[in-house]
């Protein structure tokens, strides 16, 4: 499991500010998100499945992302492609190693959402938003064990 000040301020707020996404409410939703899906970090590769990085993004959504968003998002496309050397769709796999493009893509994938982020400060609603948009109805995740696993997150 990261350091949790340390996920924060290497990871998370250089890679939201390279996009010009950077908001408390995005930080704490990825955050969130890091803790539920791979345990703070513990996992870069899902133990029974396809997903990847510390946000275990599956290569549908990953294609997806790229195929029917960025590709229609210049600013956001430029972004990625001076910020992040991502200015074609890399593989999949480089989100396990570079932890500033899986932030990125995990961002990317919220930003796609219309509905606001959930305030920073409210779990139940970043719990909400995660389930419904990140993880599905269809996802494994439970209210009580995600939320648990992010306060462990942030005691690390």
């Not at 590709?71 to 500033?100: H, K, V, W």
């Not at 990317?108 to 219309?114: A, E, F, P, Q, T």
């Amino acid at each position: 499991m990261f350091n949790i000040e340390q996920f924060r301020k290497y990871i998370i707020v250089p890679s939201l500010s390279k996009l010009q996404l950077y908001s408390n409410d995005a930080e704490e939703l990825l955050v969130f998100t890091c803790a539920v899906e791979s345990r703070g970090g513990t996992y870069l590769k899902q133990i029974k499945g396809p997903a990847l990085g510390i946000y275990q993004m599956e290569d549908a959504t990953y294609n997806d992302i790229w195929q029917r968003y960025i590709r229609f998002q210049n600013s956001l496309s430029m972004m990625l492609g001076l910020n992040f050397n991502a200015s074609r769709m890399p593989e999949q796999d480089r989100m396990i190693y570079d932890l500033e493009f899986a932030t990125a893509m995990a961002r990317i994938h919220y930003l796609r959402v219309k509905e606001p982020l959930p305030k920073y400060d409210d779990v139940e609603a970043i719990w909400a938003y995660y389930k419904q948009y990140y993880n599905t109805v269809l996802g494994k995740s439970k209210k009580t064990e995600s939320i648990k696993a992010y306060h462990a997150f942030l005691e690390s």
